[in-house]
């Protein structure tokens, strides 16, 4: 067995990267361990490494919470409650406190044989599918199950996974550095297939096996948003650009992602959290369209052609049991404003003036409403169209260059 493929060995690369300030050591070290991996244990490493238990944008959430996880510590530990807090207290830590806590479990001899990174993450597999009546029960069990076989060092690092708090200064950028160095790539191609893979475990994947150039946009995927940086005036903007520009309105809604592939429609919020439930009603607008894509827009809280207050649309994003319900009584749209993919075909390195006709044309005679768009080419112009923005009730101006492309990720002033 390749012990780098084990629990055991993540804990110890992870323990020596959280110990080095230098960036350049943490790197060299990942990239070490990394290298030592199958394509598959690389994959989790990675996305471990970062404190995720399942690729961003999921459903699959383990939901073990913060008194669970106590709960056990203290169980397993035979530790008494208040033990446990005056370790939270020393360390601030709850996966420090696991390390901590279990020692003790050493003298019990409840060691069993080594966990490899696949079952760590079959594990929290069976933890995020399970559902319904007895399903705290039955993570509970698993939780314990886990721990009990864990050491110390392991304990740590599942309880810090669980919690997303790994405080070992591994940061996305980081990891993607440890790959190029790790396989012989260069950053700026390992950036850009993170761009497109959207989770750091496939790319780490597609890099072990060479394959990068395999990495594509694909739904269910969500993306970095590309986002726009403020200008004061209609003078500064007329004098940045010099040219005829877009100019969209600026809505008070949630920023999404909305991908469709086949008859399956998904929502992805600015955070890349799946917010589907909450909208049911802009899930069958873009089911009902028949090509597959990626859109960016804003919904917005909407009625009788007017916005409404976006306190309506913070209560939907609540946790609520009747989702219908809550769409009669806080109505949304949906204001598409790009186009990233449209049938598998990419967007994102294509000028703005083509993406909005391939949007046009994708989301025609739907419920999805195009987000209005008015040229400008000077100052008086963008004054006239903010000055009608806020008629409608609206934010203010979004201001597009047509050449530009979409740069996932960037804020900027294109």
């Known amino acids: 067995m390749n012990e780098s493929a084990l629990l055991s060995g993540l804990a110890k690369v992870l323990d020596e990267v959280s110990e080095t300030q230098s960036k350049n050591a943490k790197v060299e070290r990942l990239s070490a361990y990394l290298r030592n991996l199958s394509a598959e244990d690389a994959a989790l490493a990675a996305r471990l490494a970062t404190g995720r238990s399942s690729p961003r944008g ?21 530790n008494a409650p208040r033990a446990i807090s005056e370790l939270y207290l020393e360390h601030g830590d709850l996966g420090e406190v696991a390390q901590e806590a279990l020692k003790t479990k050493q003298e019990m001899t409840l060691f069993g044989e080594s966990i490899t990174l696949a079952e760590l993450q079959e594990t929290f597999d069976t933890m995020a599918r ?47 550095e440890a790959i190029a160095k790790a396989y012989a790539l260069s950053r700026g191609e390992v950036a850009k297939a993170h761009l497109l893979a959207g989770d750091i475990g496939l790319l780490a994947y597609r890099a072990r096996l060479g394959e990068l150039s395999k990495v594509t946009m694909t739904p269910f995927r969500p993306l970095n948003f590309m986002l726009a940086e403020p200008m004061a005036t209609a003078t500064e903007i007329a004098d940045y650009f010099k040219k005829p520009i877009f100019a969209e309105y600026k809505y008070d809604g949630v920023r999404a992602q909305l991908h469709k592939l086949g008859g399956k429609v998904r929502i992805f919020s600015r955070r890349l959290e799946d917010v589907s439930e909450s909208f049911p009603e802009v899930s069958r607008a873009a089911a009902s369209i028949e090509h597959d894509f990626i859109l960016d827009g804003e919904i917005v809280p909407f009625r009788d052609g007017k916005p409404l207050p976006f306190q309506l649309l913070q209560r939907r994003l609540r946790r609520i049991e009747n989702f219908e319900d809550a769409a009669r009584n806080a109505p949304v749209e ?40 008015i ?40």
């Open 334 to 373: 949906y204001f598409v404003f790009d186009i990233l993919l449209l049938d598998a075909e990419e967007f994102i390195n294509r000028p703005l003036r083509e993406r909005s006709i391939a949007l046009a044309g994708a989301i025609r005679e739907s419920a999805l409403i195009p987000a209005e768009r």
């Open 58 to 78: 999921s459903r699959d959430e383990t939901q073990v919470g913060y008194s669970t996880i106590w709960e056990l510590l203290t169980e397993i530990s035979g």
């Open 375 to 414: 040229k400008v080419a000077n100052m008086e112009e963008i004054a006239r169209a903010f000055a009608r923005s806020r008629e409608l009730g609206y934010e203010g101006l979004v201001l597009k260059d047509p050449e530009s492309v979409y740069a996932m990720g960037k804020r900027g002033k294109k």
């Open 130 to 176: 399970s559902k319904g009546k007895g399903s705290s029960s039955s993570r509970r069990a698993l939780l314990k199950s886990l721990l009990l076989r864990s050491s110390p060092p392991e304990a740590k690092y599942v309880v810090k996974i669980l919690t997303g708090e790994m405080r070992t200064g591994i940061v996305q950028g980081l990891v993607e």
